[in-house]
């Protein structure tokens, strides 16, 4: 279950093979502030592009809502039952009850804090998925998985609920994500999807008269590591969860894509028996390119303390440089010509085409050419061609991959 937060991340996340893709609309959801919302007059086509690609879609409608929002969350629940979404996942009880009552199906959202089998049977009077506490054992989330099987606890649709978990992405200081510390600072409210990440600022600790500092090993005391899973996707399967489910509705549509294409690789390879340190190597490899503020396994393996990020923002192994734009794409040729708006471009890059139906493209420059002739490199402000195998169109924004080590710039 992969993050949507542009039409980019959309088709990114189905081209990474995602069998389902969740995603907000307007101001009540969890990411209303971070990721690029999608409208209510954006649903028809993003059902329209899942079924044709045979993904489901589910649609966030997980913030608390207060009173004088609840004709706004009817509306939105309204467009989801006519548009076919597969699913709304909600929190609050007064979203419950009004999908419920308008026969929209649910699936829990983490904001609800499953820890135990009890508040899964409460919850299965409303959805046939809910997702599990992020504070959650292997073990816990096993004991559940079982309890639900032997004692046939099922949804509203008649069959046994099926349980869900965040296998990889950005991790909260706070339980499950209810964390009132943007809200106190800077009056801007975590749970009401407007988080500005106060935490993941490096701190300093003085007492009052400011004569005294004590020295911490870590900076970012309040930032974890992101979670990966990867290293134990094995034992996470056997543990009963149904769906594993990627963070991200904030990141960039080759984030979503590579971590997709990695964990839907790693679960075929289970089901196959390949799952190997080596591959398991390979995939970690993957996943470091891509945004991330390190890595651990968050507490799924009994860990009671976190881990801290090294440093503020991305650890990626490389980083993307922006180029320019598409100008022209001549299909019989299976050329794009691109304007070559900063940098430049040789032979031996490797390019991202970004953009709402192109999705996120990569693709390694055999050669550059200004007009007919190759050239070892188009500066800024050139216009140039090269070969593609595969279409990219328009107005398709272009990167280019480099280390995060060089210090190329524009």
């Known amino acids: 279950m992969a993050p949507a ?11 990474g093979g995602a069998d389902s893709v969740y995603f907000g609309v307007g101001r009540l959801n969890m990411r209303s502030r971070s990721s690029q919302n999608f409208t209510l007059n954006d649903l028809n086509e993003i059902v329209s592009i899942c079924r044709e690609a045979r993904v489901k879609c589910y649609v966030t409608l997980n913030t608390v809502v207060f009173d004088q929002e609840l004709d706004e969350m009817k509306s939105v629940a309204d467009a989801c039952k ?8 909600a929190s609050d009880a007064a979203v419950l009850s009004y999908l419920s009552s308008v026969k929209v199906p649910i699936h829990i959202s983490t904001q609800c804090n499953i820890t135990n089998l ?63 510390l943007s809200l106190d600072n800077l009056n801007s409210s975590a749970n009401r999807g407007a988080c500005l990440q106060v935490c993941r600022r490096p ?21 974890p ?30 984030y979503v894509k590579m971590v997709t294409k990695v964990y839907k690789e790693a679960v075929e ?19 470091s390119t891509v945004y991330n503020r390190g890595f651990w396994g968050g507490y799924y393996l009994g860990q009671s303390m976190g881990e ?26 299976s050329v794009a010509e691109i304007k070559v708006e900063t940098n430049s471009i040789k032979p031996g890059d490797v390019l ?37 195998s595969s279409i990219v169109r328009r107005s398709d924004k272009v990167y280019k991959w480099i280390e995060s080590s060089d210090e190329e710039i524009s």
């Open 5 to 15: 937060g542009s039409f980019e991340s959309l088709r990114a996340a189905i081209v």
């Open 82 to 89: 006519l548009a076919g979404v597969d699913a709304v996942i």
């Open 118 to 180: 009890e508040a899964v049977k409460f919850y299965s009077l409303f959805a046939d998925v809910m997702v599990l506490a992020r504070e959650l054992s292997l073990d816990q989330m096993a004991e559940i998985a079982k309890g639900v099987e032997r004692d046939q606890v099922k949804g509203p649709s008649g069959q046994l609920v099926r349980l869900e978990v965040f296998a990889h992405g950005a991790l909260c200081m706070a339980t499950s994500g209810k964390c009132y």
């Open 203 to 223: 701190y300093k600790v003085t007492d009052t008269d400011g004569e005294v500092e004590l020295v911490v090993d870590n900076e970012y005391i309040m930032s």
């Open 225 to 254: 590591k992101d979670l990966c899973t990867l290293p134990f996707l094995d034992q996470l399967v056997g543990a009963g969860m149904s769906v594993l489910k990627i963070e991200g509705r904030g990141r960039s549509a080759e």
């Open 269 to 287: 390879a289970i089901r196959l028996g390949h799952f190997t340190q080596e591959n398991k190597q390979t995939w970690m490899n993957q996943l």
């Open 308 to 333: 801290w990020s090294a440093g503020y923002g991305s650890q990626a192994t490389r980083r993307k440089l922006y180029i320019g734009k598409v100008t022209n794409y001549f299909g019989n040729l």
């Open 352 to 388: 991202i085409f970004n953009g709402p139906t192109t999705g996120s493209y990569e693709q390694e420059v055999a050669e550059v050419r200004l007009e007919y002739d190759p050239v070892p490199e188009a500066k800024k402000g050139s216009l140039c061609s090269v070969a593609t």
